[in-house]
């Protein structure tokens, strides 16, 4: 039997770690940025960020009064 040096204990133990570290961040799919709205009827939707228009327009009073149901 054979004793394992302290040297080849440390280098066996951060070579997994390593080999570990690797399959661990390699698989990890790139997560989209989403922005939740809720839309008229009351549900909730997540929509992608780059899909949004960056022109900013104000509404007007007449466009909140007829998004307004009563």
């Excluded at 080849?8 to 661990?24: D, E, I, P, Q, T």
């Excluded at 989209?32 to 960020?49: C, M, W």
Aim: proline share 1%; hydrophobic share 40%; net charge positive.
């Amino acid at each position: 039997m054979s004793i394992l040096s302290r040297k080849k204990f440390l280098f066996s133990g951060f070579s997994l770690a390593a080999v570990a570290a690797f399959f661990k961040w390699g698989n990890q799919q790139e997560k989209k940025k989403t922005a939740k709205y809720l839309t008229q009827d009351g549900k909730l939707v997540e929509i992608e960020v780059d899909k949004l228009p960056t022109s900013k327009k104000a509404a007007t009073k007449e466009d909140v009064q007829t998004w307004i149901k009563k």
